[in-house]
């Protein structure tokens, strides 16, 4: 996989650690891993924060490892922001993964195979994508590229999609 990937992270493992085994399994070249502070009033917040930023230890793939774990605590939006800065004055494109996100392992395919399709494509602001079929299970292989395509883009500041 070459497209770059961060991992937004703060104090939730129970969520996190379904997005970090998925980023396991996929084994990007680059793992941008970001951690916002947890608040030093809230014990079970700092627990949690430290074990999210334990697992670094479990990159056992070849990868390009970064880490940006925040000295102290910021609000939703500057961490947010802040860990988007901080990729993107590294990367030209990356996938973006919160910590409550879960993708599946074709997530980073589709992200691959759509971000080098659009790359030149000036009128693409950025590509998402979701599955709402529960129990769903693909015929062929690449079956669930159809039920994951969402491409939002802004065209002379008209919001378009096209599924």
Known sequence: MDTAVLFETFARP?????VFDQIKKAKPKKLYFYS????VDRPDEVRNNEEI???????????ELHTFFREEYVDVYTSVRGAMDWVFDNEEQAIILED???????FFEYCDFFLDKYKEDKSIGFISGAN??????PEK???????MAL?????????????
């Open 14 to 18: 129970q969520y996190a650690r379904q």
């Open 36 to 39: 916002n502070k947890a608040r």
């Open 53 to 63: 930023r334990s697992w670094v230890k479990e990159v056992d793939w070849d990868c």
């Open 100 to 106: 409550d996100c879960v993708p599946s392992v074709a």
């Open 132 to 137: 709402y079929l529960k129990n769903y299970v």
């Open 141 to 147: 292989e690449n079956d669930h590229i159809v039920f």
């Open 151 to 163: 491409l939002l883009g802004r065209i002379d500041g008209k919001l378009w999609i096209l599924i």
